[in-house]
């Protein structure tokens, strides 16, 4: 039997009890499957059927100890692809996110996208644009930009940090000494209702007080409690 040619993007989307939602992600991302996009659905132990949904609309299915770390190294470790793109299963690309993905990696080795929050409160337009702003200037990418890199980078970094908390500042902190990240200005759009439910200026404060607790020393297991804490 002749040996499928690679594709030319593998999406590794982490999953923890997201059967509500995993469905619509993944209809989503249907046409770039059809296209040729490798989709990848890690689930790092939900006790709902978020796996038993995704299972038919990916290419593989894979089950991971918790984590989001753990579960992204899994997949991109499965994947067929020499690109990466890691999508929160909360988040829905933007048009020709493919194309505009591998035009990026051509020149750079990494990036990210813009962010649009979706949600009702007035304030999250600015709370984007702030968070566009400062991932442009500091090189910082979240996990809500779909992140995406070569695989050779991604293997010379290591991965994500096997951390529970700011994987994705660490990641982007270690991919910055590769060189800087490509800022693309087409938008995600990730759901706000976290923004909507805990309220928009306290999960603002409890989010910056988390990175500043981090960029001055803190361990991600302790800010990971407390952040269990505060929810």
Same mark, same amino acid.
């Given at each position: 039997?002749?040996?499928?040619?690679?594709?030319?993007?593998?999406?590794?989307i982490?999953?923890?009890?997201?059967?509500?939602?995993?469905?619509?992600?993944?209809?989503?991302?249907?046409p770039?499957?059809?296209?040729?996009?490798?989709?990848?659905?890690?689930?790092?132990?939900?006790?709902?059927?978020?796996?038993?949904?995704?299972?038919?609309?990916?290419d593989?299915?894979?089950c991971s100890?918790?984590g989001?770390?753990?579960?992204?190294?899994l997949g991109?470790?499965?994947?067929?692809?020499?690109?990466?793109?890691?999508?929160h299963?909360?988040?829905?690309?933007?048009? %020709?996110a493919t194309?505009?993905?591998?035009? %990026?990696?051509?020149?750079?080795c990494?990036?990210?996208f813009?962010?649009?929050i979706?949600?009702?409160?007035?304030?999250?337009?600015?709370?984007?644009a702030?968070m566009?702003?400062?991932s442009?200037l500091?090189?910082?990418?979240?996990?809500?930009?779909?992140?995406?890199?070569?695989?050779?980078?991604?293997?010379?970094?290591?991965?994500?940090?096997?951390?529970?908390?700011?994987?994705?500042?660490?990641?982007?902190?270690r991919?910055?000494?590769?060189?800087?990240p490509?800022?693309?200005?087409?938008?995600?759009?990730?759901?706000?209702?976290?923004?909507?439910?805990?309220?928009?200026l306290?999960?603002?404060?409890?989010?910056?007080?988390?990175r500043?607790?981090?960029?001055?020393? %803190?361990?991600?297991?302790?800010?990971a409690?407390?952040?269990?804490?505060v929810?």
């Amino acid at each position: 039997m002749p040996r499928l040619s690679a594709p030319a993007l593998s999406i590794v989307i982490p999953a923890l009890n997201e059967a509500a939602g995993i469905e619509t992600c993944l209809a989503a991302l249907a046409p770039l499957r059809k296209a040729g996009v490798e989709l990848i659905v890690v689930d790092g132990g939900s006790d709902d059927d978020t796996l038993a949904r995704a299972t038919p609309l990916v290419d593989l299915a894979l089950c991971s100890p918790p984590g989001r770390a753990r579960q992204m190294n899994l997949g991109a470790r499965a994947a067929r692809s020499s690109r990466l793109l890691f999508l929160h299963a909360d988040t829905r690309l933007p048009d %020709a996110a493919t194309a505009s993905v591998l035009n %990026a990696l051509e020149a750079s080795c990494w990036g990210r996208f813009d962010v649009t929050i979706e949600g009702r409160h007035r304030w999250l337009p600015m709370i984007a644009a702030a968070m566009n702003l400062r991932s442009r200037l500091t090189g910082i990418a979240t996990g809500d930009q779909a992140m995406f890199l070569r695989r050779s980078t991604f293997e010379r970094i290591g991965g994500f940090p096997d951390q529970p908390l700011m994987e994705d500042i660490e990641m982007s902190r270690r991919l910055k000494r590769q060189g800087r990240p490509a800022c693309l200005s087409q938008r995600v759009i990730t759901d706000g209702r976290r923004w909507d439910t805990e309220g928009a200026l306290r999960t603002l404060f409890k989010m910056w007080g988390m990175r500043l607790g981090y960029a001055f020393g %803190a361990s991600p297991h302790r800010l990971a409690k407390a952040y269990r804490q505060v929810r």
